[in-house]
């Protein structure tokens, strides 16, 4: 599933292939993944519009213009591709936008989200965003603390709610919370300043390399490269992971490098 260093991704393949080009045209190949603007509408409002500086929030994308913004949420499967005509088509292309010389090409296999039209790029932008919480990479140490010490559930489950902190998910959240020492199934509303402190410092640093790299990198010095082996050992102490669910998700963790706690 795209998470926030994808879409980080996203955004930049939006901003090289096409910031401050004419769209010419817009295919909708499969109108399945419109919400709430239909194919005549979608088209009408974009073509002859020229992209601006795009943005994102969380594991949304915003796609300026100067006029009305494309929202985009890429679900478990989406990504954004950038294109020559020429190119051959992919059967989960379901948005294609002429742009000059070249295509930006939304593809998505399994279509659990999609995109939105903002006529009004702050109002409706709001409107469409308004059960998201801060973005996890510009969040403050301060804001952090307050928003997880609201939560008395797990802190897994504080992490990859969307509501209290947009953009981390399955991933991001195992990996920071094994970098901070701190076991996934702990009361978020229990954790003491320092473990607070820690955490909002590993989110930091793990988000920044995330984003450098355009994804969660499975490395082997990291917990996400090495969850998924057949016998998957801690890249720290080299013992033996945990797996379980925590919030519905499935959840790798070190029984040894992650306190128990309260």
Do not use: Y
Not at 170 to 176: G, P, T
């Amino acid at each position: 599933m795209p998470e926030l260093p994808d879409v980080e991704g996203f955004r930049e393949v939006l901003a090289s292939c096409a910031r401050g080009k004419r769209i010419e045209r817009v295919e909708v190949r499969d109108a399945g993944v419109l919400h709430g603007v239909t194919v005549a509408r979608l088209r009408r409002s974009l073509e002859g519009r020229r992209f601006a500086e795009p943005a994102r929030h969380g594991k949304w994308l915003l796609a300026r213009t100067d006029g009305p913004t494309l929202v985009m949420h890429f679900g478990m499967t989406g990504q954004l591709v950038c294109c020559r005509p020429g190119d051959p088509p992919d059967p989960h292309d379901r948005v294609v936008l002429t742009v000059g010389r070249e295509e930006l090409r939304f593809r998505d296999q399994r279509k659990l989200q999609g995109l939105w039209l903002a006529d009004d790029p702050d109002a409706d932008v709001a409107r469409i965003l308004h059960d998201q919480g801060p973005d996890a990479l510009s969040v403050d140490r301060a804001a952090f603390a307050e928003l997880l010490s609201r939560r008395r559930g797990r802190v897994k489950a504080a992490l990859t709610d969307q509501s209290v902190l947009a953009g981390l998910g399955n991933l991001l959240a195992d990996e920071i919370l094994w970098r901070a020492g701190l076991r996934p199934t702990r009361r978020a509303d229990r954790l003491d300043d320092d473990e607070l402190k820690r955490l909002h410092t590993e989110m930091r640093r793990t988000l920044r390399s995330s984003v450098r790299a355009g994804r969660v990198p499975p490395r082997k010095s990291w917990l996400t490269g090495r969850r998924d082996d057949s016998d998957p050992t801690c890249p720290r102490c080299d013992g033996p992971l945990s797996r379980e669910r925590v919030g519905g998700r499935g959840t790798v963790w070190c029984p040894h490098c992650q306190a128990d706690g309260s």
